[in-house]
């Protein structure tokens, strides 16, 4: 039994020291904030009235702290909470670097949009079965599972955002909803126990799971099959988060069945928060096996996105339509993933030169031979560019997938079904939600001038840079599958007149509201929001372009990252 | 299961259960027990209630809805992170404070604040299944 002397010695050693100031706590306020609002939601539960006024000021500072933190971390470099005040890698780290701090904050920005849309769209029975409250907890988990630092916490914050999807799936509880949340709720616990127990050999191989300190140690490991099967593991696991082809079943099975705005922010962020971990996990701790499997995660991709471009064309639902296009999304991140690692010893070659040229202090000399790839990322190895180029278009693809769903609701509400059938004559009735919609379509298939132009184009330059111009074919095939399915759903819906109306009463339009037109405001300002990023990252993309490029170097050489956990940041 | 024998103890087992379970909590901290099992002891407590004497009286001694008192929890749990910023110290570290209350010394501190709200939640979120299910049961 040690003394009081001795355990005050005994923590001083085990803390991290040095002052805080408050800004610090920028790291951790995204998350805090969620639990706090959806609590604070949570007690009010009977106050429906009041649900809207606290949760979009809410989800408004959630937003202002997910931008603080942006600034900060952009200007001064990947930023370290440690949990407790433990020392790393003992504490749980809660580690932002840009490539975090970049979804984080779109994250934010698409649920702001999503909370004003769904107050004039959630019905009062719903909000009181707790749509906010929900909605919070699933952004904290959200929240949680982008700015940390640590593989175990990942996974915790992938349970929390489950836990409030699962919440928002069954709102309503219809059969179809619960048919859908069956589904769904399976196959993440499947996805969830692999990532789990992968994260137990991890840990026992490494003895840590400090993403920091694997990234350090991994590089001193030999490179056998240990390692390999983790990674492939990790793969399979956030694959099937991410809907990645042949795990991608799950996803149109479900997201059609519950409200509108709840697939849309599932859209938006689900997926994505398997892609962010995926690139975490496989090209941030694991750059060698990355490069081994970089193979096979171009054929993923390249799967994924032909069975999201043919489904798309093949539904005339607007929302399963939608889904097949979330899954085309994932396969042209995934086209970037591969890019850098593939091409055997070139690609490693390469990310190894990138490597050399971050860390050394003039990067552009070092990297001359690669240099001017592209326009947008001059100085930049394959490998940079590819995850730029994905990073780039899954921030577009959060924010468009989003939009899309929103977009699509209140035409669905107005035509009152979601059948393309059924639709027509938006473009009469509703010329504002017209318009926006092309422009949403537009930027889904990859068309100028919208914001899913440039990531498409810097990711085609990239196939062809790695030597994989069946990789850039398969991109450009998307597109154009992608924009014939836009131009069907357009055509049908907006464009042609109104087919005759139907007498019978529509009763697979279970997702809309009995109550005819939404409140023009609290349904169009969202999607004017949402449309100003798209146009803004397509008109001007180069702001955008830059910070994905310097979150693709941190992955790349996380020296910088490595530092902020055990150097002077802490 | 409603027994006369069953319905004369319940409430005492009900009260001795709610006793136990706050013991257990506040011993969590340097020895076996804390804010999970110390909530699910409650929770069972109030089951126990529910099955002897009927749901409608377990929500009227209860007061509050079962999952406002969860998110209470969470408020608490949350607000035990928060303590620190006040310190100048990292999220979550444990603070202590040791007032003299009646002579003796008492150690009050973030972690039991978080520990008090761990229970909350496990009481409320575990309180409301249960009792939707007994609800359920005796429609």
Known sequence: MADSSDIAILKAEAMVHGAFAPSDYLVIAPVALCFLFGAVLLMLRKRVDWHPFIAIPGFALLLAADLLLLRKVASSGPQTMMMGHWKPPFGIAFTVDMLGALFVTTAGFVAFAAAIYATGSMSRTERRYGFFPFMFLMMGGVSGAFLTGDVFNLYVWFEVLLIGSFGLLVLGSKHEQLDGATKYCFLNLVATTLFLITTGYLYGLFGTLNMADIADKAGRFENDGALLTIAVLYLVAFGMKAAAFPLNFWLPASYHTPRFVVSALFAGLLTKVGVYALIRVLLMLFPQQHADLATLIAWVATLTMLVGAFGALAQSDLRRLLNYFVIAGIGTIFAGLAIGGAGGEAGSAMARAAQAATAGATGAAATGAAAAITPLLPGSSGLVIGLSGATFYALHSIVVMTALYLAAGMAARIAGTASLRSMGGLWRSQPALAALMLVFLFAVSGLPPFSGFWPKYILVRGTFQAGLPWLGAAILVTGFLMTIASARVFALAFWRNAPEAEAAGSDEAFGFQPAGKPSPVLSMLPLILLALFVVAAGIAPQWLADMTDTAARGIVDPAAYVGSVFGGGS | ?139
């Open chain 2, 1 to 139: 299961m409603r027994t006369i024998i069953f319905r004369f103890t319940a409430p005492y087992l009900t009260a001795l259960m709610l006793l136990f379970s706050i013991f257990v909590l506040l011993r969590g901290h340097n020895e076996p027990g804390g804010g999970f099992i110390g909530g699910l002891i409650a929770a069972s407590a109030f089951a126990i209630y529910g099955i002897a004497c009927g749901v409608a009286p377990v929500r009227r001694a209860l007061y509050f809805h079962p999952m406002a008192i969860a998110a209470a929890g969470l408020c608490f749990a949350v607000a035990a992170g928060i303590v620190s910023i006040f310190a100048g110290t990292g999220f979550m570290t444990g603070l202590w404070v040791f007032p003299k209350i009646f002579g003796t010394e008492v150690a009050l501190s973030t972690p039991m604040l978080f520990d008090i709200g761990v229970y909350l939640v496990v009481v409320g979120g575990i309180s409301a299944i249960a009792l939707a299910l007994e609800e359920r049961e005796s429609d």
